[in-house]
Nanobody
């Protein structure tokens, strides 16, 4: 059973930065695309960034230019660097792989709160 674990969330002021980490228990990121999602209460999970096994990336328009997804040098780890954070970025952030699979694996989520 693959396990994913997010970390790095917290409280940050508008304009600040955070780096989230997603660590997998296997090398699932080596052969599969993965995604970073976020969810706020009462809303569906939103895909905000994704990374393919070939290291291609793409982003939701709402975060483009501010968020960067990358593969860490540490094995089985993917980062989400979030800069110029806005209050509307407040959400629980999840990583998931393989991206788009009905039985994709999910982490437990990490809370990001952007507030002054």
């Amino acid at each position: 059973q693959v396990q994913l674990m997010e970390s790095g969330g917290g409280l940050v002021q508008p304009g600040g930065s955070l780096r989230l980490s997603c660590v997998a228990s296997t090398n699932i990121f080596s052969n599969n695309a993965m995604g970073w999602f976020r969810q706020t209460s009462g809303h569906q999970r939103e895909l905000v960034a994704w990374l393919t096994s070939g290291d291609s990336t793409d982003y939701a328009d709402s975060v483009k230019g501010r968020f960067t997804v990358s593969r860490a040098k540490v094995e089985n780890t993917v980062y989400l660097q979030m800069n110029n954070l806005k209050p509307e970025d407040t959400a629980v952030y999840y990583c998931s792989a393989p991206l788009g699979w009905s039985k994709a694996h999910w982490g437990q989520g990490t809370q990001v709160t952007v507030s002054s």
